[in-house]
């Protein structure tokens, strides 16, 4: 229902800009023959565009930014989403170091001797198989997964090993910041009444590092994937994450890296999504989209 009224609301919008600038050629040509076929060629158009945005792969780039925002201000009003929902690895946190790296000088002292790109192909390798019967890769501690690619990636199958390696992954020193003025961006879209969230494909570290990054509490919720029992792009987290805030999906903004699994999944739950990298570099950005300023 929602993603009916999200494009229903759409379709709208492309009949209104399209009869805008229709309506702007008529000023130059003055011809009513012109009116009849402009309008008509348009509704076609409409149709069309309607089931280009209704598709997982394209969204509402087909307009510029300065009408999507006036769309979504003539809707909701100068702040234009009431909740921001921000995934984290690669959007919000970071590694420190190269993943291969870490996995190697880690593993010396336990016998891995493989390259730094021998590791690296056998983890993508052991990370895109499937994991088991279950679509979920990580569940609570997410222990029995990253055994599986640690060893897969390395070779070495010593717990003592995998251990040292896992409790890095929750420390300080494993993560930073991707956009060092984050904190002073989220204080001022909670002071302006944005709600926000993390929603994250993670296991149960995530809080951990978070509060290692000391940004745990800039968050009002946290959507886990291993606490959810859902990974994007499954709608569910989304869906979970508007919940604990108490917002309803259109009113809510996910950014992401991911186009597969942060925009297309925050769609199909009824959330707008903008790609980390493409659509937003920065999260200043980010709140001046949503109609405050930093």
Request: charged share 25%; net charge neutral.
């Amino acid at each position: 229902m929602v993603l009916m009224a999200t494009r229903t609301r759409v379709s709208k919008l492309i009949q209104s800009t399209l009869n805008q600038k229709i309506l702007k050629t008529l000023g130059r040509s003055g011809h009513e023959s012109i009116t009849q076929r402009h309008f008509s060629s348009a509704s076609a158009a409409a149709k069309e565009a309607e089931a280009v945005v209704g598709s997982r792969g394209v969204g509402l780039e087909i307009f510029g930014l300065k009408d999507y925002i006036d769309y979504r201000r003539a809707l909701y009003g100068e702040i234009t989403h009431k909740a921001l929902l921000v995934d984290a690895v690669g959007t919000l946190l970071v590694p420190s170091q190269p993943m291969a790296q870490i996995y190697r000088e880690i593993g010396e002292k336990y016998g891995v001797e493989y390259s730094e790109v021998e590791i690296l192909t056998r983890f993508r390798r052991a990370y895109e198989q499937p994991w088991g019967r279950s679509r979920l890769r990580y569940v609570n501690d997410g222990r029995p997964f990253w055994q599986f690619i640690v060893s897969s990636s390395t070779g070495c199958s010593d717990s003592r090993y995998f251990e040292e390696l896992y409790n890095y992954y929750t420390t300080e020193k494993a993560w930073h910041l991707c956009d060092p003025e984050a904190e002073k961006v989220f204080m001022a879209l909670r002071k302006s009444g944005v709600k926000l969230a993390v929603v994250s494909n993670f296991d149960t570290r995530l809080r951990p590092v978070l509060r290692a990054l000391n940004c745990d509490h800039w968050f009002d919720a946290v959507a886990v994937s291993a606490e959810v029992e859902a990974e994007k792009p499954n709608p569910t987290i989304f869906l979970k994450a508007c919940e604990l805030l108490g917002v309803k999906p259109e009113d809510a903004v996910h950014v992401g890296d991911d186009r597969r699994n942060d925009v297309w999944g925050a769609r199909d739950a009824g959330c707008d999504a903008w790609l980390w990298g493409s659509d937003v570099h920065s999260f200043r950005e980010v709140a001046q989209r949503i109609g405050v300023q930093v």
